[in-house]
């Protein structure tokens, strides 16, 4: 099987290790810097170009596209699917995913868990907004954010409602949610894989810090989950239509409670956590799944 991965970064642990997994099961797996790709879209007959030369054969692809690039990676995307070529994470799964308000309202219609979340846009609805919320202490979350970037922890009303004025005050949308101070500073990242969770970590906040990114300083452990945990995950990943993520999920008093949905989910930290080979388990789905013209969507949406 050929595979493309579109990434901006060759040399990141994730890159390196489904290039290794892929390779060492006798497929050819080539890097593609997704930025530099360029389109020719006709009718009929759509096309990408790579450093002046038309990529084709492609099997499957696998995106890895940064939250930074998201326009633009999934329109390179979507050209491999009019292309045919089966994609590991489809572009319109990608979209819903890394939008954060959407990502909430589709998991919510499908009755998954989540923490309350509140969303306005005029800043005159600041009090309304953190009343339905359950008031202080509030999470005030950047739309645009990733890695615990843009997630401020509001330990009382007045300080949410000035959190909530100074990003209204630079025209960036936010959503409140409820703080699930019972988790303690921790949560659950599942990987999800074609339906099934295949590991799961235990990640923890560094000293003074309630966001557990282990780009921030966290620690992570393998965890066994629970049943509910772990239908919980595989749902969600279905409500995303996502065959490969990442479900972030605390622990609150009434169940798990999912935080976010990570369609481009690193893998360095939980291997290194279980000890369990995930690219390698990925590298398997697509040889059960990739065939030529099978994705749903081909490119719409």
Do not use: W
Not at 67 to 77: D, K
Not at 91 to 107: E, F, H, P
């Amino acid at each position: 099987m050929k595979i493309a991965m579109l990434a901006r970064n060759a040399g990141l642990y994730s890159h390196q290790r489904l290039k290794q997994a892929a390779e060492e099961r006798g497929h050819e797996l080539d890097i593609i810097d997704t930025l530099r790709c360029y389109m020719n879209i006709a009718s009929r007959r759509p096309e990408v170009y790579y450093r002046g030369e038309k990529l084709r054969h492609y099997d499957a692809v696998i995106p890895r596209i940064g939250a930074s690039v998201t326009f633009y990676g999934l329109a390179v995307l979507r050209q491999f699917e009019m292309m045919k070529v089966y994609s590991l994470n489809e572009s319109v799964a990608i979209g819903r995913s890394r939008d954060k308000l959407r990502s909430m309202q589709l998991l919510a219609r499908d009755g998954i868990g989540l923490p309350v979340t509140t969303f306005a846009h005029d800043p005159k609805q600041t009090d309304e907004v953190l009343k339905l919320a359950g008031n202080a202490p509030l999470v005030v979350k950047l739309l645009e954010g990733t890695q615990g970037i843009g997630v401020v922890l509001a330990d009382t009303n007045r300080s949410a409602k000035s959190v909530i004025e100074a990003f209204r005050g630079v025209k960036v949308n936010i959503m409140v949610q409820e703080f699930i101070k019972e988790a303690g500073g921790t949560d659950i990242r599942a990987l999800v894989v074609g339906g099934r969770v295949i590991a799961a970590m235990k990640r923890t906040g560094a000293p003074d810090d309630f966001r557990s990114n282990l780009h921030r300083g966290g620690s992570a452990e393998a965890i066994k989950i629970s049943p509910e945990e772990r239908s919980t995950a595989v749902r969600a990943a279905k409500s995303m239509g996502l065959n490969v993520c990442g479900v972030d999920m605390l622990r609150a008093n009434h169940g798990a409670v999912v935080m976010e949905v990570n369609s481009t989910p690193g893998l360095e930290g939980v291997e290194k956590a279980t000890g369990i080979d995930v690219a390698g388990k990925i590298i398997e789905f697509l040889e059960k799944d990739a065939k030529r013209g099978s994705t749903r969507t081909k490119g719409k949406g």
